[in-house]
Nanobody, 124 residues
Framework: QVQLVESGGGLVQAGGSLRLSCAAS????????MGWFRQAPGKERQFVAT????????NYATSVKGRFTVSRDNAKNTVYLQMNSLRPEDTANYYC?????????????????WGQGTQVTVSS
């Protein structure tokens, strides 16, 4: 069983930056594709970014491409999401997830393990 714990959320003004972290335990971290998703109140969970087990491959939602960067440190069992040029529409609860046996993965149903989420609020 893999446990994932997100941190780094908070309140930031539009145009600002935040760096989210997701620490994993209880599994073989470098066997998993990792993903970030977000969910705003009243909306469906949305794919944000994914990174391959070795970090060689990434994929982003169109809405965040060029502003967000996903990375991982397998020695620390941690995945990061650097968010720059934040907009009010980025406000959501952000979740990290692990997909065993995948290279990169944009579909939430393919992720077996999820964190509890960290809230990001961007004020205008």
């Amino acid at each position: 069983q893999v446990q994932l714990v997100e941190s780094g959320g908070g309140l930031v003004q539009a145009g600002g930056s935040l760096r989210l972290s997701c620490a994993a335990s209880g599994g073989t971290f470098d066997d998993y594709a990792m993903g970030w998703f977000r969910q705003a109140p009243g909306k469906e969970r949305q794919f944000v970014a994914t990174i391959s087990p070795t970090g060689d491959f990434t994929n982003y939602a169109t809405s965040v491409k060029g502003r967000f960067t996903v990375s991982r440190d397998n020695a620390k069992n941690t995945v990061y999401l650097q968010m720059n040029s934040l907009r009010p529409e980025d406000t959501a609860n952000y979740y990290c997830a692990a997909a065993p046996g995948r290279i990169i993965e944009t579909v939430s149903m393919s992720y077996a393990f999820w964190g509890q989420g960290t809230q990001v609020t961007v004020s205008s």
